[in-house]
């Protein structure tokens, strides 16, 4: 949190601009799709392992919507389920392999980020892009506001008293059961500040059209993945078993099927993210295939904390780090930077980030930690 507000500080100063209403408001836009990806990366580093084929499955799916609904006709509500099944299927596929045959997590992935590109670029046929209607569903999917102030600073109002309710519960229940609690004044601190940042935004934002329905479609994603990994047996199964797979299986944890069923949470988000790559874009192309979705969504996982190695992490640190990514990139439009250095300076902070995980661990090793 600390890094991102050094990073909005610093690019104001270069550029009165960039924390204007109108950028603010695209930011919050253009973190979704690489966001609802990196959520699901989260949940595959929680395990330890990882997915390489999360860009070509956004593709993948933007190319299926677009053939099914534009080419054949079909209902967008109809052909949105089926782009997100294909999403799911394929990560059960990696997921079986890897979990059942014992095929690597690198290797069955990178084979699934060729052939689901291939796939894509099949559906695309000769066209580098398919065109959608731009008043259809999935378009105005990032096209669409909340300007009610009502509205909006009623959602700005629900989420830290929701935050503040249901962390006070957690500790009166840690406190039943003789467990550590967190002192009450630090949940009330939080609690508050979080009102601040919400009510902030949401001002900004007005000034401009309104809270954009992607982005509160975003976040209800985050706080749901975080509420299943926290509150949920399922969740702490998946925690678990980044803490150490022989652990977790003698403490009863199907492991085959948690990590067959994290592959398919994987696979979903990156469909998702791919639909709202392509409302962004108003077309199903080449674009998420290319590579450049796949890093930067790794990246925005572990920038916001999640460990490579498993063990650590939640979906906020996906919110943080895609916030981190997508802030430096518009900073350094704005700025007039060439997009090579813009490639080294993403490059940069990834492997900043990834030292600074590995000095951790080092550290928590020395003092006796996992």
């Not at 209607?133 to 909340?146: K, N």
Request: hydrophobic share 55%; charged share 10%.
């Amino acid at each position: 949190m600390l890094a991102l507000v050094v990073t909005w500080t610093i690019f104001q100063i270069l550029d009165p601009n960039f924390l204007s209403p109108r950028n603010l408001s695209v930011l919050s836009v253009d973190i979704v799709g690489t966001g609802m990806i990196a959520v699901g990366i989260v949940f595959v580093l929680l395990i330890g392992e990882i997915d390489l084929s999360v860009g070509s499955l956004a593709g993948l799916a933007g190319a299926v919507f677009a053939a099914l609904n534009v080419n054949l006709g079909m209902p967008e509500w109809l052909a949105v389920i089926i782009a997100v099944l294909c999403g799911a299927a394929a990560g059960a596929v990696h997921g079986f392999s890897f979990a059942r045959i014992g095929v690597p997590a690198f290797v069955v992935t990178l084979a699934g980020l060729l052939a689901w590109n291939g796939v894509m670029l099949y559906l695309l046929g000769t066209e580098t892009a398919i065109n959608f209607s731009e008043t259809g569903l999935v378009a105005t999917l990032t096209s669409r506001y909340f300007s009610a102030s009502a509205v909006t600073y009623g959602l700005a109002t629900l989420a830290p008293v929701a935050c503040l309710l249901a962390s006070l519960r957690e500790r009166r229940r840690r406190e039943a059961a003789g467990m550590p609690c967190r002192p009450v004044g630090g949940i009330w601190a939080r609690a508050v500040l979080l009102a601040i940042v919400a009510f902030a935004a949401v001002l900004v934002l007005n000034r401009f059209e309104g809270l954009p329905l992607a982005l509160l479609i975003f976040l209800a994603v985050v706080v749901a993945s975080d509420l299943f990994l926290r509150r949920t047996p399922y969740g702490r199964q998946i925690l678990a078993l980044g803490g150490g797979v022989e652990a977790a299986r003698r403490s009863g944890v199907d492991v085959t099927r948690v990590r067959t069923a994290v592959f398919v949470v994987s696979g979903t988000l990156a469909a998702v993210g791919g639909l709202f790559v392509a409302s962004r874009l108003t077309s199903a192309s080449q674009v998420p295939g290319s590579g450049m979705l796949l890093i930067n969504a790794i990246a925005a996982a572990v920038v916001g904390g999640t460990s490579l190695f498993g063990g650590r992490g939640s979906p906020w640190s996906a919110l943080l780090g895609v916030l981190m990514i997508q802030s430096i990139a518009s900073g350094m439009a704005l700025l007039g930077v060439e997009p090579p250095v813009q490639f080294m300076v993403t490059g940069g902070v990834l492997y900043a980030a990834v030292v600074l995980d590995s000095l951790a661990r080092r550290a928590a090793r020395a003092r006796g930690g996992p």
